[in-house]
């Protein structure tokens, strides 16, 4: 090899070292393959970021959610609940009157990428349905950038709605006591919002038995919450990143990135922000001192931007459902709720959890010291993580006792 060429490999080989490094925390096992998911995801957001969607979903996105074989069981088909694409696993026919768990499953992506029928999503569908023996409904609603706020929480509604309506539920032979709706991530967000409007809604007759949510996105006021902060360079979903889906999903301007990530939006002078709404994500009073740890509360005093009139849905408690009142949070159903240590959604769904339980609703909290954000979509090799599978193997089996 010429010396050149040997310099240029030198050199290409330290860049690509150099974009796929990145520090992870003593506790993640097999931190360069997470590093080398990390780097493979960032380059999607790169790509995001140039508004360069079909490239992404097209390449880098059936990487990330590797496909994932699964013994086929179930019978599955796509087709639409109230217009709304879905696709159905039932799993083999009971015997005469043997009636079936149901479970509505929002699949997680920042409002902007992802799909139940890919990978990892499909995979835990199916394990669902066929161990379970669960009618999972996995709704393919509408993203970012076709859609903003709040029509992908509509349509997960529409869907939900007509999941639960007495027919369709006779069709598939689902026990009416026996159906949940679930999501991860960004699904999470929705899975909690949708919970919220169907047990507020005396219009539905049928509501959720149980709301399990894994990491999920619950509020976009305080970005300096002690997981924000900790985690904020964190591998899969760094705090910047976090706050580019908050505004892509409320159809805001990327270049105020900063101003959320200062906590301006939540500033003192906003009168809207009374005490009592500060209170229902107040982390000072809502988590343990395990977790507080010696962080310490981001407050600003003025927002020069106007971002409240600017970003409406930023108080909205569709898009926020920890903003939730405590009159909606009583409605709810019982919760199981999953967190990671290192992900920056982890205090939004500790203080959830809290004001469940402080509303009198049943929590199950199952937390990971292990734990990162997207790792229930890592169980399968080569992007098999042991935490995936615990997570996986918990969240099932939380699922076959409590639905």
Not at 351 to 363: E, F, N, P
């Amino acid at each position: 090899m010429r010396p050149i060429y040997m310099v240029v490999t030198v050199l290409l080989a330290a860049a690509l070292s150099y974009y796929v490094y990145n520090p992870m925390p003593d506790a993640i096992q097999e931190p360069w393959k997470l590093m080398a998911v990390d780097a493979a995801f960032r380059t999607g957001i790169n790509l995001v970021r140039e508004d360069a969607f079909s490239a992404f979903r097209g390449c880098v996105q059936p990487f990330f959610f590797l496909l994932q074989h699964h013994e086929i069981k179930s019978t599955v088909s796509d087709i639409t609940f109230a217009g709304v694409p879905v696709r159905v696993y039932e799993p083999p026919a009971g015997g005469e009157g043997h009636l079936r768990r149901g479970l509505l499953y929002l699949h997680g992506g920042g409002w902007a990428f992802g799909s139940g029928k890919m990978g990892a999503y499909d995979k835990v569908s199916r394990m669902i349905s066929d161990e379970l023996n669960t009618v999972v409904v996995s709704v393919e609603y509408r993203l970012f950038p076709e859609v903003l706020f709040p029509e992908p929480f509509l349509d997960c509604v529409a869907a939900a709605k007509h999941f639960l309506s007495p027919e369709v539920l006779d069709k598939y032979a689902i026990d009416p006591e026996r159906v949940a709706v679930s999501g991860d991530s960004a699904g999470g967000n929705l899975a909690a919002a949708v919970a919220q409007e169907v047990a507020t809604d005396d219009s539905v007759p049928v509501k959720f038995s149980v709301q399990a949510l894994i990491y999920p996105v619950l509020q976009a006021l305080d970005f300096n919450t002690p997981s924000y902060v900790q985690n904020r360079n964190m591998a899969i979903l760094p705090r910047q990143v976090m706050v580019q889906f908050w505004l892509q999903y409320l159809g805001a301007d990327i270049s105020l990135q900063p101003q959320l990530i200062a906590n301006n939006h939540s500033a003192l002078q906003h009168s809207v922000l009374t005490p009592e709404l500060r209170s229902r994500l107040d982390w000072t009073s809502l988590l343990s001192q395990k977790f507080k740890k010696s962080y310490k509360p981001v407050v600003a005093e003025r927002d020069s931007h106007g971002l409240l009139k600017k970003i409406p849905g930023l108080l909205d408690a569709r898009s926020s459902p920890l903003l939730a009142g405590p009159e909606v949070l009583a409605k709810c159903p019982r919760a199981y709720i999953l967190t990671c240590e290192f992900d920056v959604l982890r205090d939004d769904g500790l203080m959830y959890a809290r004001r469940l339980k402080d509303a009198g609703v049943a929590v199950t909290s199952d937390y990971y010291e292990d734990g990162f954000h997207g790792c229930l979509s890592f169980t399968s090799w080569p992007l098999d993580f042991d935490v995936g599978k615990r997570v996986l193997r918990n969240y099932m089996t939380w699922l076959q006792n409590n639905l």
